[in-house]
């Protein structure tokens, strides 16, 4: 009997965690849209940390569902913790936009330094399926991106609040980190591939 359960939730574990974060996912990109909506006086720095933070949202949901996907498990409390430090990281970046600079840098920081754990994490999840075996040591390039990224906004809101750096030059920083996010994914998936598990199926 309990085996039969087992094998009932191993069926439904990716669909059930695919739509937690899908929801909570498409919860923090309407967060965006609607912080937008309600500031006034759209800046420059408004547009391009909006963009960033829907950027690493789109990179959430490629790991979180390329990693659900992938497996079949026994859903645990974990997961969806797992899945609810990242959403209360993300509604928090999301809150920075429109605020000082300073804000949305910390931000920015510790939402990096917290999506390595969750990356970190979900592979290890997979890893925990029999018929899948990672070499988690691989994804340690993954994890370098987010403690650089993490690194950087830090040292960038530590310039900021000694008004070391301008405007024009915080504005900067938030834009080079759009094609940073966009590295971290083009590794995720170049690692994904890398431990044999394909993303897409291909026709035929």
């Known amino acids: 009997m309990q085996d039969q359960i087992r094998a009932r939730l191993e069926d439904n574990y990716s669909a059930i965690y695919i739509t ?11 967060d965006v849209v609607s912080i937008l909506r309600g500031i006034e006086d759209l800046t420059l720095f408004n547009w391009v940390t909006a963009a960033f933070s829907v950027h690493v949202i789109f990179n959430a949901w490629v790991g979180y569902a390329s990693a659900a996907s992938a497996v079949r498990l026994v859903p645990s409390v974990w997961d969806a913790l797992n899945v609810f430090v990242l959403s209360v990281a993300h509604f ?18 510790c939402y990096s330094a917290i999506a390595g754990g969750v990356v970190y994490y979900n592979a290890w999840r ?23 990224g993490s690194a950087v906004f830090l040292v960038a809101g530590i310039l900021t609040h000694q008004a070391l750096v301008t405007s024009a030059v915080q ?23 890398a431990n044999g598990l394909p993303l897409w199926k291909r026709p035929g």
Do not use: C, H
């Open 171 to 193: 504005t900067l920083i938030v834009a080079l980190g759009i094609p940073f996010a966009t590295l971290w994914i083009y590794t995720f998936l170049k690692v994904w591939n």
């Open 126 to 148: 997979v890893d925990q399926d029999d018929a899948i075996q990672l070499d988690l040591a691989t994804f340690r390039s993954i994890l370098w991106i987010n403690a650089i």
């Open 92 to 109: 928090a970046l999301n809150s920075a936009i429109g605020e000082e600079p300073i804000v949305f840098f910390y931000s920015a920081s």
């Open 20 to 30: 937690l974060v899908s929801v909570m996912l498409g919860l923090a990109l309407d």
